[in-house]
């Protein structure tokens, strides 16, 4: 009998929809898969530590005689994949008025995301799983009754980082991804196939072209534990950690069967950098709303980089998500409005000259301007006949631009961390602040420049002060007190806003600062504590 047992009990209206979501059939199903594969994460986990020791500022290319053969490709796009210039990223399938509206969207796919704009409590773990199991089956009010008419659902299991502590299989807590996919693809990976419609999905964080087989070696087993055709799973990976850029052809040749393309995911890639090799001064990265975009070397030479590795195989590139937001109310018709649409043109139109087959918007009211951009720029589903000759050397990928700190921008890291701590305590995965959308993402990166500034006391371009603790922990506070008065409502509010405060505090001053904000959360006392509301329930 499959060994799992639910430490969290459900509050009672979803009583039902947890016993409907871990069925018997699908706690089977998640122990024999977690049973096949538990070892290998294991070893994944111990080899990741091994190479962030044993790691040097000097990367090189890895390459094969597989990988560089140049006769192979990635196995045919599916119809519904052949054309993927617009998704809508971070949205939580916990949040049914955003799902649905989502859904309703005039897009070609759907970021359902269990990874940076989501927080993994029981209680939006239960009603993401279910909410996605309605609209598979055409029963979510509000959205379309025929999944087939919808936008795809690219599906997005936490990354390899995050374990579920509110599940225990064979003794021990589970393999977040493996939860999220388990039951993902148990639920709904044959309606999916059969509305030619999935299943289909991101991979975040991975580190390599080893991560990618084994995700692969995962793919092969569950098609052929659920009767499904070798091939029918299909993945973007998204390229957001410094050493995979190294092994892109790598990871589509692994994947070659059940991969689609790659993705860029500029700032999570960006914060890979400071943790891979921050404490090296040669890495120092400057103010990033001053001085880091995509028209710097470096970033742009990824993004060409995975273009042309993409194209050259037959695969699609996309580019990141856009998180500008439209003012509350704005039809977009106002000044403000049309200087962020105007912005975010710009901003996408250099990804389709450079190449990109698609990006991700966050706000649905900047749908229709995006859309109509590409039918100004692209007559074709996408741009895989666009080969790219650009030669990226590594030198291209490592050279940190140029540039220093601003108070502005300390204090705007400073909050944006803050605030995603808060929200994360309160079982919220993203929130707004200053016009855009902030994830996990952004308080990576947020967290680590701190950190990083702190390390080498950088000295601000405004008033020559050098970033210090105390100048730190100060900033923070005057930012609290400002939250106080313009955030909270209630005590709880209160002393939530406080936690985050010092949680922030410590992660910035960390000797050895983890390597994931959500690996440290997830893990933390107070989240666990607020989010823990049942004993031990067993299946």
């Known amino acids: 009998m499959a060994k799992i047992e639910l430490l969290q009990s459900p509050l009672p209206r979803l009583e039902e929809i947890q016993k409907k979501v871990f069925c018997k059939e699908a706690t089977h199903f998640l122990w024999k898969l977690h049973t096949h594969f538990d070892s290998k994460i294991e070893q994944l986990t111990k080899t990741r530590l091994k190479t962030s020791v044993e790691l040097q500022s000097a990367l090189?290319?890895?390459?094969?005689?597989e990988w560089k053969d140049k006769s192979w490709k990635v196995g045919p796009l599916p119809l519904r994949l052949q054309n993927r210039h617009l998704d809508l990223g971070d949205v939580s399938a916990s949040n049914a008025a955003h799902f649905t509206a989502a859904l309703n969207a005039d897009v070609q796919g759907v970021q359902v995301d269990f990874d940076d704009g989501h927080c993994p409590t029981w209680k939006n773990q239960l009603l993401a799983y279910n909410n996605i199991n309605l609209a598979v089956n055409g029963k979510l009010v509000g959205a379309p009754s025929n999944i087939a008419t919808c936008p795809v659902l690219m599906l997005r299991p936490r990354a390899w980082n995050m374990i579920d502590h509110d599940i225990l299989i064979n003794g021990k807590e589970a393999i977040g991804p493996l939860v999220d996919f388990g039951i993902l693809m148990y639920h709904n990976a044959k309606k999916l196939y059969e509305a030619n419609s999935g299943p289909y999905f991101y991979l975040s964080k991975l580190e390599g072209a080893s991560e990618a087989a084994l995700w692969n070696e995962i793919f092969v087993?569950?098609?052929?534990?659920?009767?499904?055709?070798?091939?029918?799973?299909?993945?973007?990976?998204?390229?957001e950690n410094i050493l995979s850029t190294f092994e892109m052809?790598?990871?589509?040749?692994?994947?070659?069967?059940?991969?689609?393309g790659l993705n860029c995911?500029?700032?999570?890639?960006?914060?890979?950098?400071?943790?891979?090799f921050g404490t090296h001064e040669q890495f120092l990265l400057p103010d990033r709303n001053k001085y880091v975009n995509m028209d710097k070397k470096f970033l742009k030479?990824?993004?060409?980089?995975?273009?042309?590795i993409c194209h050259y195989r037959g695969a699609l590139a996309t580019g990141g998500m856009a998180a500008a937001m439209l003012k509350p109310g704005s039809n977009g018709q106002?000044?403000?409005?049309?200087?962020?649409?105007?912005?975010?043109l710009e901003s996408k139109m250099k990804e389709i000259n450079a190449g990109v087959d698609g990006f991700m918007v966050y706000d649905t009211r900047l749908v229709p301007y995006i859309n109509e951009l590409w039918k100004k720029s692209s007559s074709t589903p996408n741009q895989i006949h666009r080969i790219m000759e650009v030669e990226v050397t590594a030198q291209d990928l490592l050279t940190i631009p140029s540039g220093g700190v601003t108070l502005q921008g300390l204090k705007?890291?400073?909050?944006?961390?803050?605030?995603?701590?808060?929200?994360?305590?309160?079982g919220i995965g993203h929130f707004f602040y200053t016009g855009n959308v902030e994830d996990s993402a952004t308080a990576e990166i947020s967290r680590a420049q701190i950190w990083q500034w702190i390390r080498f006391a950088v000295t601000l371009e405004d008033d020559q002060r050098q970033v210090t603790a105390r100048l730190v922990e100060k900033i923070a506070t005057n930012?609290?007190?400002?939250?106080?008065?313009?955030l909270c409502r209630s005590n709880a509010e209160r002393k939530r806003l406080n936690a985050a405060k010092y949680m922030s505090l410590e992660i910035f001053l960390s000797r050895n600062p983890p390597e994931f904000i959500t690996t440290y959360l997830n893990d933390n006392h107070k989240f666990r504590t607020l989010h823990n509301k049942a004993l031990l329930s067993n299946l």
């Open 301 to 308: 030479s990824y993004m060409s980089l995975v273009v042309k």
């Open 221 to 239: 087993w569950t098609q052929n534990e659920l009767g499904l055709p070798q091939g029918s799973i299909k993945a973007c990976v998204l390229i």
């Open 249 to 260: 052809e790598g990871i589509l040749y692994v994947l070659k069967d059940h991969c689609m």
């Open 334 to 344: 106002d000044e403000k409005s049309k200087e962020i649409v105007n912005n975010v």
């Open 412 to 426: 705007h890291n400073v909050a944006v961390t803050i605030l995603f701590i808060y929200h994360w305590l309160a």
């Open 265 to 276: 995911g500029i700032w999570d890639y960006c914060a890979s950098i400071i943790s891979k």
């Open 479 to 486: 930012f609290a007190v400002y939250a106080h008065k313009n």
């Open 60 to 65: 090189a290319f890895k390459e094969t005689p």
